[in-house]
């Protein structure tokens, strides 16, 4: 079976591309537009990763991303942050809230994919332990 992913993206045709490339990729793929029906997937079935955007309409990317840390260590669920916030700041700040990684949009193909898939192999590696 193919590791579900969780894209939690506000943008329509930004989140059906980036699951379109992750279906590509061989990965299941559920996408959400807001932080509650993303807190309602991860309850509902905890995905192999999420990857979410920053901006979203009804909370905060960050305290989202602070929220599953809190539920789920990194080790359960790994946490990508894609985001079109290219500040250094916002680079750190995604790390410090419990993100393992932070991709600033656009990502080449090769390396968005690359990236994912190090990030739900690191924490298979780390469940194996």
């Known amino acids: 079976m193919s590791p579900r992913i969780l894209v939690v993206d506000d943008d329509p045709e930004g989140s059906m591309l980036t699951s379109l490339l992750l279906r590509r990729a061989g990965f299941d793929v559920r996408s959400v537009h807001t932080a509650k029906e993303a807190l309602e997937e991860v309850n509902r079935a905890l995905p192999a990763l999420v990857l979410m955007d920053l901006m979203i309409p009804d909370m905060d990317g960050l305290e989202l991303c602070r929220t599953l840390r809190a539920r789920h260590g990194p080790e359960e669920l790994p946490i990508v942050v894609y985001t079109a916030r ?3 700041d916002s680079r750190q700040a995604g790390l410090e809230a419990g993100a393992q990684d932070v991709m600033i949009k656009p990502t080449s193909t090769p390396e968005f994919i690359s990236r994912i898939k190090a990030a739900i192999a690191r924490t298979e590696a ?4």
């Open 86 to 88: 290219a500040a250094i």
């Open 126 to 129: 780390s469940g194996q332990a």
